[in-house]
């Protein structure tokens, strides 16, 4: 048997041995040991690791936008991501545009439509709710069924005016009518509250920005511990997704949220041009030593990056080193070092140990990082 690709003498973030076999974009092969003929090899150095490629599950890349926007290639196969899910930077009237642009990209793109129909062209873009058509967000999803992978609400005092909760309201139902697809739900500060968003949430559900440190957040600052309506759903299963971004991570909340038990679900950037080229995001794997100095293990900050997305967002062929799965496969050093990591609000910690991605490989094809 030959294949197009073998990756030679990798092994997991566990530790296990692993050497991978690739055909046409996809995994068909994985064992400890593959000795086959192929078109490629890449040789692994020692203290190397392999992973199912990186998902970024909350970027902004449609490069035609002036508030938020970035470059695909940029954030993610330069960075090791190999998929990005642009979190509503699109609505319907102008998605296909971006899809256009989308397509042209060596990382895989996908993307949340926003519920209102040009999405975040002005910061306020839901204090208008005849912004809000559910028949023009049913024509995008069906009309890009393999790009839009679910919908967006930006539901904090900037975005939504004077409409309190109503525009979330109006989420679900046009989620409920769309087969129940993947939601994603933005939160800063009030209004609306917090609880009230979380009591209009369902299981599945993707809260974003979960550990940000405004008081609107699910940190008490009066006492210090996470607020019971937080806790109440994220035991319902509401997906707690971080959503770095300029203004959405602080350290303490993530800090005390993981002292109580509770843990992230996923781990995303909210990454545009200005936060990744003057921080505090700068990138995925930035964001991953993050969690790693608030104390999550590496093994759980991979899964974060890989299994979790793709089941969050119905990604059948991605997220996992199987037979069978997509060919996206971040390949990376975990180094000692030391390196100043800054939160949101300006806080610091020291990471000792540093994550780099070395190849990211897509589809089949081997880039150099």
């Keep these: 048997m030959s294949y197009d690709l073998i990756i030679k003498n990798g092994k997991t973030i566990e530790g296990k041995p692993i050497e991978v076999a690739i055909n046409a974009g996809k995994i068909v092969k994985i064992s400890e040991k593959i000795e086959a003929d192929s078109k490629e090899q890449i040789e692994l150095a020692t203290d190397t690791y392999l992973s199912a490629g990186w998902i970024d599950d909350h970027v902004h890349c449609f ?23 642009d979190a509503g930077t699109t609505g319907a009237e102008n998605i296909h545009e971006f899809y256009d642009l989308a397509k042209k990209a060596k990382t895989n793109v996908y993307a949340l439509v926003n519920i209102s129909k040009w999405g975040i062209v002005e910061q306020d873009e839901l204090a208008d709710l005849s912004k809000v058509k559910k028949e023009l967000v049913h024509k995008a999803l069906t009309e890009l069924p393999d790009f839009v992978v679910g ?22 139902k046009i989620q409920k009518a769309n087969n129940d697809l993947p939601l994603m739900v933005h939160i800063g500060s009030a209004p609306p509250e917090l609880d009230e968003i979380l009591a209009n949430m369902s299981k599945g559900d993707v809260l974003t920005h979960c550990f ?43 800090e005390t ?98 994550i780099k991605p070395v190849n990211t490989i897509i589809g089949g094809t081997v880039y150099d990082n």
């Design 212 to 254: 940000n440190g405004k008081p609107n957040g699910i940190l008490d600052q009066s006492t210090d511990k996470i607020k019971k309506f937080a806790w109440e759903a994220y035991d319902k299963g509401i997906v707690f997704d971080i959503g770095h971004g300029t203004d959405s991570f602080n350290f303490r909340v993530a």
């Design 151 to 172: 919908i967006k609400a930006r539901m904090s005092k900037t975005v939504i005016g004077d409409n309190g909760i109503t525009p979330l309201e109006m989420a679900k």
């Design 257 to 354: 949220a993981l002292s109580e038990g509770m843990k992230a679900t996923s781990i995303s950037t909210d990454i545009y041009i200005r936060n990744r080229e003057k921080g505090p995001v700068h990138d995925l794997a930035t964001t991953m030593e993050k969690l790693r100095v608030v104390g999550y293990d590496w093994s759980e900050i991979i899964e974060k990056v890989t299994i979790a997305p793709a089941e969050n967002f119905r990604f059948e062929s991605k997220g996992q080193l199987k037979e069978g799965y997509d060919a996206d496969i971040t390949i990376f050093t975990i180094e000692a070092g030391q390196k100043i990591l800054t939160d949101s609000n300006g806080f610091t910690r020291e990471a000792k140990e540093l």
């Design 63 to 85: 490069e035609k936008m002036t508030l938020y926007y970035d470059f695909p290639d940029e954030i993610g196969v330069k960075k090791g991501v190999t998929t990005v899910i």
